[in-house]
Each structure stands twice: as structure tokens, then as C-alpha cells.
């Protein structure tokens, strides 16, 4: 192994074979595919990114008294997860708490805690007995007045459990960032350990650092600062013929003998029948087709004064379906009668951060509430805070500062994360597996290959997925010249 390695670098070093290599996109996967190759001795790389900033999805910015996650935020899972296993000497994540929030009710406000926690058991039991082949909503409305047949003795509560099943549908389709759970696959491929990990107040970004090794100290750091070329929007790859050739909308060109895609689902989903040319085959369009990229919104506010003690876990929160047709609120978007401010599923206390919160908005008003002023967001939070009886008098006051990114109507992401849908494993192999092979005129040396969090098979939709796919398809050209 050892004698390959340097083989390759005395190749590589006297030109003996220096392939160039392109990679789309500077977000976990891009950096993690250039991190390896430099390496491993290809030093022949550019990565061409579209926004000004690197980092894709994985994006910490400083705010209030500390950093915030716009993006990815937690570290999920504690087995077979190559950030943890980054990580996990060097003292920088701390374990997030079991989530068990409180749940509040617009009619009866704060439910008791009990049964709070016993109504997310339920729920976690529910979730462990997934079926192949149906949605996640089709087989919970099964299944659900049997799960909650405990409290049938018990009329008003029994009708409390009944409702709550709302309010597992709005953490579904946050959890998997879809717009509806009836397009979430109920038995999916995705796998990961039991903890939950966040990063001490030091946000995910740490985990570029890591990768171009600029943490803890910058004296070994790779030189990734001087392969990227940003706001560089790549809008066709021309990949039939032995080189392929990428054009950027700013006019420039480049040749190369390898190309790495790492854009999300959601670009590839927009743009595929345009940026490939000649276009791709029909089974990869197919996988890119099936498996399933929405969105959430998250949204960052900072409170002047906490209303909340250290204790406090979150808030979730469960509508009356008639007060669902009924709230007042004037601003912002409706549909049928309902209003946007319903779309909010959590709001969650950011780590070593004391006076911020965030909001998660969820489902099909994510793209209007995504283009809603900050203004009219403030004021739904505050209407919601009110509306729930979270509101303790002279100590809420107003946030007085607000972040949050717009992942969906952004041309670069169009979505948070993928999911697979029903659709996604009808098939031998899973359309992770079908969109991560690579493809080009010789089938010895493919020179267009895709990584980013889509296409791994057990990962997708996480940033470690994100960075194995980059890893495997960095590991994929090395290979080719051993
Ligand atoms: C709100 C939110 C919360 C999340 N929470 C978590 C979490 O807690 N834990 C977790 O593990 N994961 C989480 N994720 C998911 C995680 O962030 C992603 O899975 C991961 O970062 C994806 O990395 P990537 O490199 O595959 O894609 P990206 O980060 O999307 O990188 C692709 C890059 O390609 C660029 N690009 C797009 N089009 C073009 C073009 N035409 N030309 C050139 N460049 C282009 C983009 O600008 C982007 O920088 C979250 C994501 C979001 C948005």
C-alpha cells in the first residue's frame, strides 16, 4: 500500500500522469474529494463553486452571543459516521440532549409533561415498525388509533391523542425536509447510531476546518483556498469525449480529464436535462427523478431578555382543528384557509448560545415563508408565542435580530436534504445507489462522476454521507492511476 502511495506521487510529481480534476461545488462532499486527492498526489484540481462562500449546506455564521448553524447542525449518530469518527479524540462534540419538548395545545396550552413524553414513545414505537414499499402517512393513519388505544378509557384525552397525530406529520416532513409525508418512504435505507452529537458552540464549519486541516492550527492545511474558484455557476458539462469540458455562465471554460458533480438533488433535479451534455442516461435520470429533496426553513431569532430557563428542551406544538381555520393572524401566507403560521413544527434553544431560539417552519408553506420579510416573520412567532400561551407578560420581549438562509428558492440548493420516496427502492439497487455510478467514453476511466449527500446509499441527506461520497469518488480516480 505504502509502496503504491509513493509510486503514485513520484507519477504524479514528474508528470508522469497528473489528471485534472474539476469538482462542482465547495459544499462537505467537494472539499472532502479534493482533501483526499491532494492526498493523495493529484494536486491538478479546481473546484468551481457557485455562491461566494464555501460550504454548501454546512454553513456557521456568527450571530447574537455566539455561532449558528443556517445549515447542518448536529452530528447524527455515533456509529459508522466518518464525522464522528473525525472527531470523537479531539473533544469538540458534545452529546445533544434525548428531544422530549413540551408540547403546547392552542386550546388547553401546556400538556402535561407525561403525557407529552408518553405520546413520543408512541410515536418512536410507530416509527420502528416501517413497512416496504408504502409512505410514511399512509402507514401511521393505519396504524395510529391502535397505537393509541391506551387512552381510550379516557374520552378527552383519547381526543387529544387523536389530534396529535398532526403534530407527527409536521415532525416527519421536518425530519426528512418533505412537503408531505404521503412522498416519504415508510422503510428507507438510511442508518445511523442512537446519539446526537452538537458542536459546543463551535458549528459544524469545524468540520471543513478539519478536512483542509486548518484545525486545531494551520501549519499542515491543505491548500484548498487556492483550488477554489468561487462564484464560478457551472451551467453545462460536456462529458462524451475523452476530456470533458465545463462552462461557467460567466463565460469561462474549463477542460478536464475527471469531473466530480457534488450539486444537491434539488439542482440536479432543475437542471440535469441542460447541464449534461450529451444528457444523462435514462435509469440515472430516473433515480434522480424518484428520490425525493424538499425543504425546511429554519429560523434564528434573538431575544433581547430569555423567557425560557436552562431546563428547556423545546416547544412542539399541536393545533385544535378548529382553531387551525381560525387564527386571526393578517400577515403572510394562507392556503384553503390555513395559515402559514401552522407550518411551525419546533422551536429549540441554540447550545451555548443564551438568548437565541430557533423556529423550524416545515411542509408546503416553506417557499412562501421563505420569501416572507423578516418583519412578518418576527410578528408570526410572536402571534404563535401568544397564541399558545407561552407569552409570560413583560419578560417576551421582541427579538431584535433575525438570521435565517433560503435553501429552497436559492437556484444553488432548491431544498434542504434528500429523502427516499416510496419509489426510490422498487428497483435492485437503490436510486442512491443507481445516481452514485459514474459514466463516461471509457468504462476504465469514467470521467463523469457524482458525490454529494444524494447519492449515498445509507448516509443521504447528511453531511457524513456527504463527505464518504466524496471520499469514494476522490478514491475512485485514484484508483484508476495506481
Ligand atoms: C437547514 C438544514 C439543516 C440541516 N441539518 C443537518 C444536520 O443537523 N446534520 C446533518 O448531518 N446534515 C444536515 N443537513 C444536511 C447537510 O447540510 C447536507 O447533507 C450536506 O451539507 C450536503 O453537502 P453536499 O456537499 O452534498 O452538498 P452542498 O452543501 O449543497 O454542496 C454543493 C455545492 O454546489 C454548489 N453549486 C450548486 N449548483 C452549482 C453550479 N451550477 N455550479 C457551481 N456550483 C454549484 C452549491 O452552491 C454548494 O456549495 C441540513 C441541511 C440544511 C439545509
Avoid at 478536512?211 to 494551520?218: C, D, F, I, S, V
Avoid at 449534461?276 to 433515480?287: E, I, M, N
Avoid at 437556484?411 to 459514474?438: A, K, M, N, W
Wanted: aromatic residues 12%.
Amino acid at each position: 500500500m505504502l509502496v503504491k502511495t509513493v509510486l503514485l506521487l513520484f507519477f504524479v510529481s514528474f508528470g508522469v500522469c497528473d489528471p485534472s480534476v474539476v469538482i462542482i461545488g465547495a459544499g462537505a462532499s467537494g472539499i472532502a474529494a479534493a482533501t483526499r486527492l491532494l492526498k493523495n498526489g493529484i494536486t491538478n484540481i479546481t473546484i468551481l463553486e457557485a455562491e461566494d462562500r464555501i460550504g454548501g449546506r454546512v454553513y456557521s455564521v456568527r450571530f447574537a452571543d455566539g455561532v449558528v448553524d443556517l445549515g447542518a447542525e448536529w452530528c447524527h449518530g455515533d456509529k459508522d459516521n466518518i464525522v464522528y469518527d473525525m472527531v470523537k479524540d479531539l473533544n469538540i462534540l458534545q452529546h445533544a440532549q434525548q428531544f422530549y419538548p413540551e408540547i403546547y395545545h392552542s386550546k388547553f396550552k401546556r400538556l402535561d409533561q407525561d403525557f407529552s413524553n408518553a405520546l413520543v414513545d408512541t410515536f418512536n414505537k410507530l416509527i420502528g415498525e416501517s413497512k416496504k414499499s408504502v409512505s410514511v402517512g399512509e402507514r401511521l393513519i393505519a396504524r395510529y388509533e391502535q397505537a393509541i388505544v391506551q387512552w381510550k378509557n379516557d374520552p378527552s384525552v383519547y381526543a387529544l391523542a387523536r389530534e396529535a397525530i398532526t403534530f407527527f406529520e409536521v415532525y416527519v416532513i421536518g425530519n426528512k425536509g418533505a412537503f408531505s409525508w404521503f412522498d416519504v418512504a415508510d422503510d428507507d435505507d438510511y442508518s445511523e447510531g442512537n446519539l446526537l452529537f452538537h458542536w459546543n458552540g463551535h458549528g459544524y464549519k469545524t468540520i471543513l476546518d478539519l478536512l483542509m486541516q486548518k484545525y486545531p492550527g494551520e501549519s499542515k492545511s491543505l491548500p484548498i483556498d487556492d483550488k477554489v474558484l468561487l462564484n464560478k455557476e457551472v451551467h453545462q458539462i460536456t462529458w462524451g469525449s475523452k476530456q470533458a469540458v465545463i462552462k461557467c455562465t460567466d463565460g469561462s471554460n474549463y477542460a478536464a480529464d475527471h469531473v466530480i458533480v457534488t450539486v444537491s438533488l434539488g439542482v440536479l433535479k432543475h437542471q440535469h436535462h441542460t447541464l449534461f451534455q450529451p444528457k444523462l442516461p435514462s435509469d440515472k435520470v430516473q433515480a434522480i427523478e424518484q428520490l425525493g429533496i424538499a425543504a425546511v426553513h429554519k429560523v434564528i431569532l434573538r431575544f433581547p431578555q430569555r423567557w425560557w430557563n436552562d431546563s428547556y428542551t423545546g416547544t412542539s406544538f399541536l393545533w385544535d382543528k378548529d382553531d387551525i381555520k381560525h387564527i386571526s393572524f393578517g400577515e403572510g401566507p394562507v392556503k384553503d384557509g390555513v395559515s402559514w403560521l401552522t407550518s411551525v413544527s419546533v422551536l429549540l434553544p441554540v447550545e451555548h448560545n443564551p438568548n437565541v431560539i430557533e423556529a423550524w417552519f416545515v411542509g408546503h408553506f416553506v417557499p412562501e415563508v421563505e420569501r416572507c420579510p423578516d418583519e412578518v416573520v418576527i410578528n408570526g412567532v410572536m402571534y404563535l408565542l401568544d397564541y399558545f400561551g407561552m407569552v409570560v407578560a413583560e419578560t417576551t420581549t421582541r427579538p431584535d435580530a433575525i438570521i435565517r438562509n433560503n435553501w429552497y428558492t436559492n437556484p444553488h440548493f432548491r431544498g434542504t436534504y434528500s429523502f427516499q420516496t416510496p419509489r426510490t427502492r422498487r428497483g435492485q439497487y437503490s436510486d442512491e445507489v443507481i445516481l452514485s455510478e459514474p459514466l463516461g467514453y471509457n468504462a476504465q476511466k469514467p470521467n463523469l462522476l457524482f458525490a454529494g449527500e444524494a447519492s449515498s446509499p445509507t448516509h443521504y441527506s447528511k453531511v457524513h454521507g456527504a463527505i464518504e461520497a466524496g471520499f469514494r469518488e476522490a478514491d475512485r480516480i485514484i484508483k484508476m492511476y495506481k
